[in-house]
């Protein structure tokens, strides 16, 4: 994207952006095994059906992420947060207006995909190719990405299949495979809650790191510590809209009031 008029350039744009869920749901709920013997009955795919919910989960948010930021994404509980960041990566389509990025942004939650029936080593390889890396890239960072994780500070974990790992240490080494490379745009889901302080700090490292690289880095967290610590914007999202959008110092004191936390 072109430098504009301010010297600063664009990496996400975000332009009235409405993100809808369609959940079918009968009165079983959409899990129960009546919900899916009534879907069974219905027929096929394609065919509208009745009972289908909406849910609007971001309702026409607008901004523009320049390089160099870290934006917080900040807001209770099912304000719109991971919809929002889903929607950047292109990961859900919209339902209005449009998102436009600088290359592909890359979207690391807790909930990346591993798998757990492979080792830990096996995943750093997977998820260094899957994430862009050459196999010569990823033999150069192998060690550095163990190192980072603090997977095997308490033994050899490494070798062993990720199901034998804690949630913690799984989100650690997520983390520390997507944080081996430069991102233009990199997105963090509650990656930093989930390890303990010594690895929020080393995270939280990085992240200004690849902030200095010129890459920008969204983070969403309940944590207003690492917020405050890592990020120099921040969103403020309640019931999928945008409530406040500036400096991390006056979006926080304005959310604590609000929040009481
Ligand atoms: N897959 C889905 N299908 C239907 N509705 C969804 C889905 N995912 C989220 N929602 C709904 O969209 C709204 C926003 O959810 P979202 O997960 O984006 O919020 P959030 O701010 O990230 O919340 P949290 O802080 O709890 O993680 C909520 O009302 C939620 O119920």
Avoid at 134 to 160: A, C, H, M, P
Wanted: hydrophobic share 35%.
């Amino acid at each position: 994207m072109a430098e504009n008029n301010t010297g600063r350039i664009p990496t996400v744009i975000a332009d009235d952006v409405h993100i809808v869920y369609r959940v079918s749901g009968g009165a079983g709920g959409k899990g129960s095994a009546t919900a899916a013997l009534s879907r069974i009955l219905r027929g096929k795919k394609g065919q509208k059906q009745r009972g289908m919910r909406e849910v609007h989960a971001v309702r026409g948010v607008s901004f523009t992420a320049y390089r160099g930021e870290a934006i917080g994404l900040i807001g209770t509980n099912g304000s719109g947060k991971s919809t929002l960041l889903r929607a950047i990566a292109g990961l859900l389509p919209t339902e209005r207006g449009h998102v436009y990025t600088d290359g592909q942004p890359s979207l690391l939650g807790v909930n990346a995909a591993m798998m757990n029936d492979l080792t830990g080593e096996r995943n750093v390889i997977l998820g260094g190719l899957a994430m862009g890396m050459s196999r010569e890239q990823i033999r150069e960072r192998y060690q550095s990405i163990v190192d980072f994780s603090g997977i095997n500070e308490k033994g050899d974990f490494i070798t062993l299949p990720m199901r034998t790992y804690s949630s913690g240490m799984g989100a650690r080494l997520r983390f520390s495979i997507a944080a081996a490379k430069d991102h233009d745009v990199l997105m963090i889901d509650e990656a930093l809650a989930t390890g303990d302080r010594k690895f929020q700090i080393r995270s939280e490292q990085r992240i200004r790191e690849l902030r200095k690289q010129a890459g920008t880095v969204f983070l969403v967290s309940h944590s207003n510590k690492s917020i405050r610590d890592t990020c120099d914007r921040v969103l403020w999202l309640e019931h999928g809209k945008l409530l406040m959008d500036g400096p991390t110092d006056e979006v926080l004191k304005a959310y604590e009031k609000e929040t009481g936390k």
